[in-house]
């Protein structure tokens, strides 16, 4: 028997073979790379800090609160109280909020309306 090709498969397929295209490399500048390795640095310093705040005990407890009103919220679900168990969930996730939030909280502005009610009072 012979090949079905007859030897014609070699020919074929290397005049629809692509090489691959030569890459082209950016090389950073000194200013770039002290830049990276800064932002590297702060997130580095993020993360430790959070490791230091996650050992208070306040948070350490949140956990396990966290983790038995998810319980709880399931159970709802299970017997048909879905309306305790929305309300379980979006506490729970307003406390993870508070949990992960800085210790200060963020400022925000008044509204140009509301300053010009004060104004004119």
């Known amino acids: 028997m012979s090949p079905t090709n007859n030897g014609t498969s ?3 397929r290397s005049s629809f073979m692509v090489t691959p295209a030569k890459r082209s490399y950016n090389r950073r500048s000194e200013d770039q ?3 990276d390795l800064q ?3 702060q997130k580095i310093k993020e993360r430790m800090e959070l490791k230091q705040r996650k050992d208070s005990p306040v ?3 949140v956990a396990r ?3 038995i009103l998810r319980k709880f919220a399931q159970t709802a679900q299970d017997h048909g109280r879905s309306d305790l168990a929305m309300s379980t969930q979006a506490f729970v996730a ?4 508070l949990v992960n939030t800085p210790e200060e909280p963020v400022r925000r ?3 140009q309306a509301s300053s010009a009610l004060a104004e004119l009072t």
Request: hydrophobic fraction near 30%.
């Open 10 to 12: 070699g020919t074929n």
């Open 33 to 35: 790379r002290i830049a």
């Open 39 to 41: 932002s590297k640095i």
């Open 59 to 61: 948070l350490r407890e």
């Open 65 to 67: 609160v966290q983790r």
């Open 94 to 97: 307003g406390l993870d909020r």
């Open 109 to 111: 502005r008044m509204r």
